[in-house]
């Protein structure tokens, strides 16, 4: 076998990235919205999905039933965006620096841009941007072409006393990117995705060398030239970086298969307030001593900022495969996933809906006319009548199978025993397919239904096995209640799938949506049924968060997961190795 | 599914756990050592091992023959245990204190048992108490019963500025319970053993929390009798315990089906100067931020007390099976071991040897007479005429399935596959075994020879694949020539094998021996030595350690994998959180 550098591949580098494709005000790609047609079906427009055009007639009339409130198309809570943009704050001596730095092109001070990077996806983002306000946005946005680049800003921000935010997708969902309202100092937001290079691929070491504002989307479809993936996939990869996966301690969904963000990397490289973070080897695996490079995980932009990362790449798989499987309940589609874990190697991704979940993807398929709709007709009536699933109750999973012919044949065999004993209904690999492809679609949902005064959101947890079923339904239960106490209207949405598998538990996903038409400042009403909401997970043996992260969206439940000698060691560490607080993004 | 606390299994209290079975100068039982019989055949004596009570004729003629010296069983080298013990350093308020937590019979100043707390199995401390001496120990060992008593002895040590140390096996072999020379306070031994509860375990969630002075032998036997096993299985788990492993970051045998002790440990309940780390729940996994309890990975006793642990617990394999397959190189062996990551799921544990250790796990046959000395010639005799296996060439693969019948059969049809491919030979399941079992009998070797003016050591790293071969042929040429330059007695004797496998690389262990009569100052020249072997490495790309750490032993190292940023980020939080250094047995 030759030496490391000889066996690597370097790949040319990608385009840069047009961000003018995405959206700045909602989720995603600009081409691509629900919208209401004229016959009431809804559509999601362009052609980027495999739901995108297709008119969905059920989705409005399944929406009015679920909310008990008679939604009409022509009833739009107008979106007033931009918003009132705080002016500019400007530290001159920085400013100097800066331009001796970077480029003009690399330097902007366009209000909307600064306006987008000091916001995320949380409910409350996308609700100021369009019907409140925002107080405090960065000042400046850099865009470094280089570590070299970053390195000069970090010294120029420690010695002009400049905030620094490291900017990747801005898709997290915690608040991370809302910077302090009573920072003083002049912000720049660091946004990395001009730093989105593979460096180098080495196949005889299934590692890779990527920059960390490297995008999913674009990782992925540069690795997959050279046969390989990076195997993590976030539902948020068309648009998240490699930084903020580590920043945030990501999950993908096909983590059985690949692992998660820890698993996946094995070296970072740092630029931070006291210098670069960096070593000249990479190893499998290595035992040496207390590792700052670990403390990057999770530490949400406030310890500094990741320009590059060593991750294990795994060639694509032979064979992919799609399954979904019906179980007549909840409850025995849990039991089936749990003797997965006892019994058998998962696939790749498995994910269990709830009844509620399973009827909204129903009303996300296309409207079938003849011989199509006489099949669904048919299928519907097997699947009620001759197999005695109860619409009301009957619960969908869906798999996703990666890996050599020999082990996915494997892990089929195990699934279709194990679903027999619980019950459990094949419903096809088309079907399969459909589940997890609309997870990006879905994405979309919600900004759209906001402009119906609908407010929806997603909150998640981790929770040990015996505790799942519990968790759900307290949850389920608690947000009805604070909801009927408050006496909103209508009725509140709740939905929750199970997203991820391990032998000690599971991930929990939870939807919740309700009309706020008439009710007073909407945002925060939210607010505290969410609090409310993880209260209860909190109190039925659930995690602040299974991949999310803290932020500032949950950083005041950590007491309560923390010992204060735990709180005070993060804080401590910070305090030390960031004493001028140059990454003041203030997370956690 | 009822909620965590129900499904809960509360295991009865262990027997407190025997010490004085335990050999303090020398590795292992009292009732096993290697000893020469009058007929020049070594034994190991004792009826622990599989090895025990069996002639090994082969043994020292090979010695000789390796080392290139006439080894004479009457030339010994005699210890003089113990060294003189620095006499006990008493801070009066301390002492006070202690009596009021802890009863008599967990308090002690006996002069050995502060010798051996004071270090590991380095060869420098196994040299250092029988030929030389040893210039501080602790001043005392407390032995406290409960995570109670922790939290007092570490408040009344930050009290009265007292040094702990916790100790766990006392199996480290980086000198990490070295006491510095220059420590001018009182230090104190906290020894964890008598924390040794299995507090739960939980069979629905498939975990357990286990207080850290838990002995590996002792989970194993008391999870096995709920039909369970913690997967985690070093060479030193007959003595080495769970707040060991986590302090050092250690990695078992079987990873490859159970994972290293970080996929395994879920939480971890440390007293520090701060006070206690720990929270109420666990979650199978999640994203909490910044989070310190992962900091004690690796810490090495520098940052706090680990008193209990939750980790994940696995059934016990439905099918355990060995195998033993002989490459014609080992050249051959790596490459078969290179395609098994990629093409295969490796068996829970896979092991290439090279020729030499080969070679001695030959001589560690007992004595074969009659039709099993016919058989063995017969199969010698096969191997090399018939299949054409150099006999100085020659490696073996020792591999030990565990899983599910059919997940065993699928592994053993693939390394079947790929052995074949690179002209491997199956040499049984109960070669397989034996050679797997070997470890824990060799472990007694390097004590038994020392006696004999030969010192032997082991040292490890990890490195990726490419690099794997150049770097053990480096480090052995880097040996000899170091060797041959001080125009040392003899031939150096220098093995390696392959311990770990990962997609991305491999550990490579490394044996090193040699016969020092004559020389001067024989432990200082094997220092020199190794530390020209660790330099080899680190230039053929390998890391500081795969899994024993770093200690003192490496600590100089680490300025060459660490930039000075890391190094800085390492003690500033060290100074941070725990100001007057109470846990100063300064490592790394």
Known sequence: MTDAESSRIIPPTPAPDDDHTISPDVWGFRDTGFTILPNGSVMLTGSRYALSGSELPDLLPWVRSQLGIDVSPSDKHEPA???????????????????????VDAISTDPIARLRHGHGHTLDAMYSIKYGCIERVPDLIVFPRTTEDVV???????????????????????????????????????????????????????????????????????LAQYGFTIGHEPDSVEFSTLGGWIATHASGMKKNRYGNIEDIVLDVHVVTARGELSRPNVAPRESVGIDPRRWLFGSEGTLGIITDAVVKIF???????????????????????????????????????????????????????????????????????????????????????????????????????????????RAGSENGKKGYQLKFGIAYLR?????????????????????????CANVKRRIAEEYAARKLPGRPFVTCRITQLYSTGVAVYFYFAFHHKGVNRPADVYAELEHAARDEILKSGGSLSHHHGIGKLRSGYLPRVFSPATMEWAAEMKRAIDPSNVFGIANQ
């Open 315 to 425: 060639p694509l798989p032979e064979v992919e495969r799609y399954d979904a499987i019906l179980f007549p309940t909840f409850e025995k589609g849990v039991s089936f996933l749990h003797d997965l874990t006892r019994e058998a190697t998962p696939p790749a991704s498995v994910r269990l809906v709830d009844n509620l979940q399973f009827q909204l993807s129903q009303t996300l398929k296309p409207k079938a006319t003849g011989l199509a709709a006489a099949k669904r007709r048919a299928e519907k009536l097997f699947v009620t009548r001759v197999k005695g699933f109860d619409p009301s109750q009957m619960v969908a999973c869906t798999l996703v199978y990666e890996g050599s012919r020999e082990q996915v044949a494997g892990e089929e065999r195990a699934v279709s025993r194990l679903a027999r004993r619980h019950g459990g209904m």
């Open 447 to 471: 900004d759209f239904i906001m402009k119906h005064y609908i407010l929806a959101e997603s909150f998640e947890t981790s929770v040990p096995w015996s505790q799942a079923e519990a968790l």
């Open 81 to 103: 965006y931009p918003p009132a943009i705080p002016p500019a704050r400007a530290n001159e001596r920085f400013l100097r620096a800066i331009r001796e730095i970077l480029p």
């Open 152 to 222: 000069a800003i970090v010294e120029a921000a420690a010695e002009f006393d400049v905030c620094l935010v490291p900017y990747g997708g801005g898709t997290n969902v915690t608040d991370a990117l809302r910077c302090p309202a009573d920072e003083q100092r002049m912000i720049a937001s660091v946004d990395l995705r001009r730093l989105n290079r593979i460096l180098w691929i080495d196949p005889v070491n299934r590692m890779a060398r990527i920059q960390a504002g490297a995008v999913g989307r674009h990782i992925q479809s540069q």
